[in-house]
């Protein structure tokens, strides 16, 4: 029972430097989400994806590109790292958008330090 | 704007303690409320809701009643366990079918 698989768990980037953080799901969810986790700031939502095929901006959403690869794939890149988006990243699905009836599923997180 | 306070934490309690992790809202309309608990190392999971006024979920010992007219989902627990410690953290959704609105989290320890 993988659930949401997050890759890497670990990265340390320079400013400036690229990388992609890869996150996919098992359980068949139509809806896919990316987080950013900072101490006293709860989650705030980077981009989502209600369905394959479709991505839409969150609270977040500046410096950062997203994939909606397939249905189980949604990658999220950065594409020149800055000091402040060092935080923990999380992945999560829901069946549907309806987050009243279908809950989150999150994966275990990658912690990015840009330097 | 639409907002969610926590208590600060950390909340260190004793085993077999009453616990109460206090959360109020602030909202336009009338929102849907949901705690999520992070245990160390892991991703967030859903540990109850509340879809509308006077509404109670429960999950776990776990309990929230939904009190609109204080605006208020408060976590209790009668009797708390080591393994009860985690980040807890409450979150309310409205209009957007997308987008929580998240507490800061609440840390809690539970020494044997």
């Known amino acids: 029972n993988a659930g949401v698989t997050q890759t890497p768990k670990f990265q340390v980037l320079k400013t400036g430097q690229s990388m992609t953080l890869q996150c996919a799901q098992d359980?068949?969810?139509?809806?896919m989400y990316w987080y950013r986790q900072d101490p006293g700031m709860g989650l705030r939502l980077i981009y989502y994806?209600?369905?394959?095929?479709?991505?839409d901006k969150g609270e977040v959403p500046n410096g950062y590109n997203v994939s909606r690869l397939n249905k189980r794939e949604f990658s999220l890149r950065l594409e020149s790292a800055a000091p402040s988006q060092t935080s923990v990243y999380f992945c999560?699905?829901?069946?549907?958008?309806?987050?009243?009836?279908?809950?989150?599923?999150f994966g275990n997180g990658t912690r990015l330090t840009v330097t | 704007g639409n907002s969610v306070t926590q208590m600060e934490g950390p909340v260190t309690l004793s085993e077999e303690a009453f616990l109460t992790i206090n959360c109020t809202y602030t909202?336009?309309?009338?929102?849907?409320l949901f705690w999520y608990v992070q245990y160390p190392g892991e991703g967030l999971q859903l540990l109850l809701k509340?879809?509308?006024a006077d509404d109670k979920g429960s999950n776990k010992g776990f309990e929230a009643t939904y009190r609109k007219e204080t605006t208020s989902f408060h976590l209790e627990k009668g009797s708390v366990q080591v393994s009860d410690s985690a980040v807890y953290f409450c979150?309310?959704?409205?209009?957007?079918?997308?987008?929580?609105?998240w507490g800061a989290g609440t840390k809690l320890i539970i020494k044997p």
């Open positions: 359980m068949n969810h139509n809806s």
């Open positions: 509340a879809t509308k």
């Open positions: 909202a336009t309309g009338y929102p849907s």
């Open positions: 999560a699905s829901s069946v549907m958008g309806g987050l009243y009836n279908s809950p989150l599923h």
């Open positions: 994806s209600a369905s394959e095929g479709t991505t």
């Open positions: 979150a309310l959704i409205m209009d957007s079918n997308y987008q929580l609105i």
